[in-house]
């Protein structure tokens, strides 16, 4: 409803030293083909899930991902994970940047 361009399960191949290997991450969702979307139902967010979420920020070179939880009741709960230190603006703004 509100056009985010996305791609849902994208396969993301791994490479060592310039070759492709037979492994690959699987996020939940790329939306403008820059951030990854991780999406988790639990009762609390784990380091193993905040690892993973910064393993798929390394292998894709992307510097933003979401990391957003549907499970801690009663409201939901994300955390944004960079890359690298990003000027510190509300969530809000920075999706509509996104879309300039």
Known sequence: MQKIPFVAQP???LYYKERILDQFFKPDFICFEKIIVE??????LTDAHI????NY????KFDLA???NFGEYPKLIYKRIANRKLEDISLKKEIESWTK
């Open 66 to 68: 979401l990391l957003v």
């Open 51 to 54: 690892s993973q979420t910064l």
């Open 57 to 60: 920020l390394n292998a894709t």
């Open 39 to 44: 999406i988790k139902s639990v009762s609390s």
């Open 11 to 13: 396969e993301i191949h």
